[in-house]
């Protein structure tokens, strides 16, 4: 610890005497400083022990010293030392008085004793701390490598919570607790959720001190434009120079961890996409044998497409060679380490998939394409509940856009396929694909291909392009109608309702059988196409329900 006015008083060779302010001579010095201004004040940082003869002084007066003293005492002045047998053969009672009452500590200082001596004295005190500190710090990076080297980061965590006497937490690029120390740091840690949120948002490195129940510091881990993440620690007061070597020393191992998993992220993305190149072209002997250790745990269960495109891509884009395109672009996209997030929907997903796959220890394959993103992930696994949370959090976001602004632009549409496994890729991807084109045209952010073998086929059929189809396949019945010479277009769908039959759709009309039979022929006659082709009955039916869905 640095000096204080109390080790000095004990300094044998110094022979100093407190006259005044004995119950604070626990303060520390920063620094020894001699000056006979009158007002040496603007001169002083704080924490000094200033050393005077009073040569400029009128010691005796009560009111000069008065104001003197309060001076130093408001300057942060840490204690007066007093030269006797220079000016004064003692220190004068009107300083001692103003000393006692302001409870600013006084030291005399013998004649024989010269300030040079003091000042050496606090110099080496200082020199000596941080010679220690630096000695500790030295020792707290050594162990701290150690332990990171044996047991993770989690072993590293447990150190430095030994180290600073508190607790420290390591968060990930999604800001969720990855590990904490000791383990009932974990829910002080999960409090500080959207600090670290916030402290995301800011250029690495950066840092933030939150207060509360103790004092926690915030530091941004990594070395690119968004951190890669964040490490907490919580102490109950501020840390000190050994403790502050500790912290710094943790955060360097931390960086050089998550940096060099940025690079093996990089090496895993060229393998995983070698691997679905493998997958789509149908060759899952091989993609396993690739895959290895690294992704042969993904391949060995079940598992989904996941597929995302960016909103920024063009609706009307073709996905029919989609098989072709992502297997041509794979091995080439993924020699790009993953782009940085800010602005990036698909950076943001494929983030929020790896962190929750990594915290559940799963196996999960992500490939950036361009404005695509392509993910093989366990099925019921957190890789896929958390990409439904992130779709379900978007959808609040916009609607709460949407309010405000009245916008309504889609950021990320995302598409789901069934549980699959090995040999059946391509047809998932294409599950995954057909997903996606439905999400894209209902301005949703995930759908899943389960929910489109589940429903009704008439909700896929709401774009304007089916719509103006069935307006104009049954805009001349509609013209008819509008003459009052009949009801063709009821007497259609009631005919196409009871799957062509005469009496059952006569009796829901209330009209002779005669009646229905000759408006049946008006419908052949005005289309010009044949009701018995069922092709025909099948697109009028559809045009029928298109109409109704919006409004005939």
Excluded: N
């Excluded at 072993?155 to 990930?172: I, K, N, P, R, T």
Aim: charged fraction near 25%.
């Amino acid at each position: 610890m640095p000096p204080t006015l109390a080790s000095l008083v004990h300094h044998s060779a110094l022979k100093l005497t407190v006259r005044a302010g004995e119950e604070r001579l626990d303060v520390p010095v920063r620094w020894a400083h001699a000056s006979e201004l009158a007002d040496p004040v603007p001169y002083m940082e704080g924490g000094e022990l200033l050393l005077i003869t009073a040569l400029k002084l009128d010691a005796d007066d009560p009111e000069v010293m008065q104001r003197y003293v309060k001076r130093l005492v408001g300057a942060g002045v840490a204690g007066l030392g007093f030269a006797v047998g220079v000016h004064y053969e003692e220190i004068p009672k009107a300083l001692v008085d103003a000393a006692e009452e302001e409870g600013l500590p006084l030291l005399e200082v013998p004649r024989r004793t010269p300030f040079l001596a003091i000042s050496k004295a606090v110099s080496a005190a200082i020199a000596a701390d941080q010679y220690r500190a630096v000695t500790a710090g030295f020792a707290a990076q050594r162990e701290l490598t150690r332990q990171a080297l044996k047991d993770g980061p989690e072993g590293l965590l447990s150190s430095l919570a030994g180290q600073v006497d508190g607790w420290a937490a390591l968060y990930d690029a999604s800001g969720a607790v990855v590990a904490a120390a000791p383990e009932w740091a974990g829910r002080r840690a999960a409090r500080l959720t959207q600090d670290v949120e916030r402290l995301r948002d800011r250029p690495a490195p950066a840092s933030s001190v939150v207060g509360g129940e103790d004092r926690v510091e915030l530091h941004s881990l990594g070395t690119g434009r968004r951190p890669r993440a964040a490490l907490a620690v919580g102490t109950a007061a501020a840390l000190g120079t050994a403790e502050r070597y500790a912290l710094h020393s943790a955060i360097a191992l931390l960086t050089l961890t998550t940096e060099r998993s940025s690079s093996l992220q990089a090496a895993e993305q060229r393998i995983g996409a070698a691997v679905l190149r493998m997958l789509l072209a149908g060759e899952s002997d091989h993609a396993r044998a690739v895959a290895g250790d690294l992704f042969g745990e993904l391949l060995d269960a079940p598992f989904r497409v996941i597929l995302a495109e960016s909103g920024s891509a063009s609706a009307g884009r073709a996905h029919a060679d989609g098989h072709a395109r992502v297997a041509a672009a794979a091995v080439s996209s993924a020699a790009v380490a993953a782009p940085d997030t800010v602005g990036d929907p698909l950076g943001a997903l494929a983030e929020v998939v790896e962190s929750a796959a990594a915290r559940s220890g799963e196996a999960v394959l992500v490939v950036p394409d361009g404005e695509r993103l392509v993910v093989l992930a366990v099925d019921e696994g957190a890789a896929v509940a958390a990409c439904g949370e992130h779709a379900t959090a978007l959808e609040a976001l916009r609607a709460s856009v949407r309010e405000q602004s009245g916008g309504d632009e889609v950021d990320l549409v995302v598409g789901l396929s069934a549980p699959a496994g090995p040999i059946a890729v391509g047809a998932a991807y294409k599950q995954a694909e057909q997903a996606l084109s439905v999400a894209r045209r209902r301005g949703r952010f995930l759908v899943e291909h389960e929910q489109l073998a589940a429903g009704s086929v008439l909700p896929l059929l709401a774009d304007d392009a089916v719509r103006a189809f069935a307006d104009g396949l049954l805009r001349a019945l509609h013209e008819h109608d509008a003459t009052g010479r009949g009801d063709l277009v009821a007497s259609l769908r009631a005919w196409l309702s009871r799957h062509g039959q005469w009496d059952a759709a006569a009796a829901d009309l209330g009209v002779h059988r005669h009646t229905l039979r000759y408006r049946m022929r008006r419908v052949e006659e005005i289309l010009g196409r044949s009701l018995d082709d069922p092709d025909v009955r099948m697109e009028l039916w559809l045009a029928l329900k298109t109409t109704a869905a919006v409004g005939e």
